[in-house]
């Protein structure tokens, strides 16, 4: 059973029953199929499952055995490897994630954490040593957050920060790449960094990067739902849809996209794609009353003040809601990840190596509040799963360790290494292989961010931008729209900014950026062909 889930663990048992499984409801559209609250040593947990895999009940959580009992969001590749290694352990259930238990209480957790191929976030009471323990891959696919109950002081974890607000002070994300011992934070694996760099040549470089990503694509086609497809037309969803193709030559991929009503940029590249690989595609259309009526919804899943984040996040949101209310898929396969391994539009102005390595490990080592927390919470919330074949740590590992100089715009092509990987060899039209990127916000259509900017215009003064600078002093919004946006997710969540680190925007510190005032790739000057 692989799983997409919501839970909260918290280590305090006389928590009232009732409020506790009111909390666990505020993530009900993460795991609809079924809720669970168990009772274990010191610790009260909760479930909601999708089922993925292992459909019957076999595999509902939280799993106990060996004197621990586990919850555990998320998927293990190498579950069946890993099951070789504790050879004495009868499993109850076809569950990748039961292999943890026996895992733990062979190795620790400690060694547990660094032999997982996986995405995951996990809470576990062993109740031998009396410890709630907690752990998050090393990306920060899955998410978790935690906090201390008030009053008392006990450590609390859900999935998702809404479900802990209420009754924990000190709410704050997880740090992805790290476990929980009972006592203190460690990091086990930093993804952003690579203890060896290597200059392989070019065709070795891409090769590499071909068999890796393909590899990344096989392992999450597995699941006994039905697997779909997000579609933008762009490079990095393109790849996965075709990788996917050649991986599945019998089935017929169902595809879906979406934009607006008035000058959509990805749709036509979509279709073009969709006809290419023969795709069951599906297109759906927004409108400004559509985004505008889905913005407060968004924030509130999301749980973001920051602009780019929300400003991708509505047309990808509403397409995840079209899709679940329309078919009876449970899993997408999307494209994110990709930038941050191989560089933005913004990158191409990094101004040395050096610089551009640094900026893909702080974007690597950021991306859990920013894509990928888009990416979660669009697809969670309207109760499906997602997988990221480009956050792969296989991948991202050989990616992040390849000489910068080679990943920097040296070829006149963004992103070139990744292109080449793919080139001829019949997976893309080479315009749509070759052309330039344009950000999600902007290829739904030029007209989104132009109407979100529009409404704000029309809600606040001067003044009252003037006046957020001293009503917010964390990262005090700087234009109307920010305004618009901080102050939504301030009544869902007040105080609570310090979850997102800053605003996304392109580094600044490098000259030809430093009067860059906007998140989009549209105020550059490189943007060129890339909004056509």
Same mark, same amino acid.
């Given at each position: 059973m692989k799983i997409m889930c919501g839970f909260v663990a918290v280590d305090k048992l006389d928590y009232d029953v009732k409020e506790f499984e009111d909390i666990l409801q505020t993530d009900c559209h993460r795991g609809p199929d079924m809720t669970w609250v168990s009772d274990f040593g010191t610790t009260k947990f909760g479930f909601n499952r999708l089922s993925i895999m292992d459909l019957s009940a076999d595999g509902m959580q939280p799993f106990k055995a060996l004197d621990c009992m586990l919850v555990c969001n998320g998927e293990i590749y190498n579950?069946?490897?890993?099951?070789?290694?504790?050879p004495d352990f009868t499993y109850q259930s076809t569950s990748d994630c039961e292999v943890?238990?026996?895992?733990?209480?062979?190795?620790?957790? #400690?060694?547990?954490? /660094?032999?997982? +191929?996986? !995405?995951? %976030?996990?809470v576990l009471h062993d109740q031998v040593s009396g410890k709630v323990l907690a752990a998050r891959d090393p990306i920060g696919i899955r998410p978790m957050f935690y906090g201390y109950v008030k009053g008392s002081g006990e450590i609390a974890f859900a999935s998702t920060a809404k479900s802990l607000v209420k009754f924990c002070d000190q709410v704050m994300p997880f740090p992805p790449g790290h476990y929980y011992d009972g006592h203190k934070f460690v990091c086990y694996h930093d993804a952003s960094f690579s203890p060896k760099m290597i200059s392989p040549s070019l065709d070795e470089a891409t090769k590499e990067i071909h068999d890796r990503l393909v590899a990344g694509v096989k392992k999450r086609l597995h699941a006994d739902a039905p697997v779909g497809y997000l579609l933008s037309g762009g490079l990095d969803? &393109?790849?996965?849809? &075709?990788?996917?193709? /050649?991986?599945l030559p019998d089935k017929k991929l169902p595809t879906f996209a979406i934009g607006m009503d008035r000058n959509p940029i990805d749709l036509?590249?979509?279709? !073009?794609?969709? #006809?290419?690989?023969?795709?069951?595609?599906?297109?759906?259309?927004?409108?400004?009353?559509?985004?505008?009526?889905?913005l407060r919804e968004v924030i509130y899943a999301l749980e973001t003040w920051d602009i780019t984040t929300i400003r991708a996040s509505i047309g990808m949101y509403l397409l995840c809601k079209k899709i679940h209310e329309?078919? +009876?898929?449970?899993?997408?396969?999307?494209? !994110?990840?990709?930038?941050?391994?191989?560089?933005?539009?913004?990158? #191409?102005?990094?101004? &040395?190596? %050096?610089?551009?390595?640094?900026?893909?490990q702080k974007r690597i080592k950021e991306l859990y509040m920013y894509d990928v927390l888009r990416a979660d919470r669009c697809i969670s919330s309207n109760s499906l799963e997602g997988r990221v074949p480009f956050a792969d740590l #296989?991948?991202?590992n050989y990616v992040m360790s390849l000489d910068p100089q080679m990943?920097?715009?040296?070829?006149? /092509?963004?992103?070139?290494?990744?292109? /080449?990987?793919?080139?001829?060899q019949d997976y893309l039209p080479t315009d749509i292989l070759m052309r330039e990127k344009a950000a999600f916000s902007d290829a739904v259509g030029h007209s989104l961010v132009d109407d979100l900017k529009e409404y704000a215009e029309e809600k606040y003064s001067d003044q009252d931008l003037k006046d957020a600078q001293a009503k917010y002093d964390y990262h005090a919004p700087f234009t109307k729209e920010s305004l618009l946006y901080r102050d939504i997710f301030e009544e869902f969540f007040p105080g609570q900014a310090q979850w997102i680190k800053d605003y996304w925007m392109p580094n600044k510190t490098w000259e030809a950026l430093k009067d860059v005032d906007d998140p989009s790739a549209r105020v550059l000057k490189n943007y060129g062909d890339s909004g056509k």
């Open positions: 579950y069946q490897e890993l099951e070789k290694l504790t943890l238990i026996p895992l733990y209480r062979k190795y620790g957790l #400690d060694v547990m954490c /660094k032999l997982l +191929d996986a !995405e995951f %976030a996990l969803s &393109s790849l996965v849809c &075709s990788i996917a193709t /050649k991986l036509k590249y979509a279709r !073009e794609v969709a #006809d290419y690989l023969g795709t069951d595609h599906t297109e759906f259309i927004m409108t400004r009353e559509d985004v505008l009526g889905a329309t078919t +009876d898929l449970k899993v997408l396969l999307t494209g !994110e990840c990709s930038d941050e391994l191989f560089g933005y539009k913004y990158t #191409d102005y990094a101004p &040395s190596p %050096a610089e551009f390595q640094a900026e893909s #296989d991948f991202v990943k920097m715009n040296i070829y006149g /092509k963004g992103k070139y290494l990744l292109r /080449k990987a793919f080139a001829d």
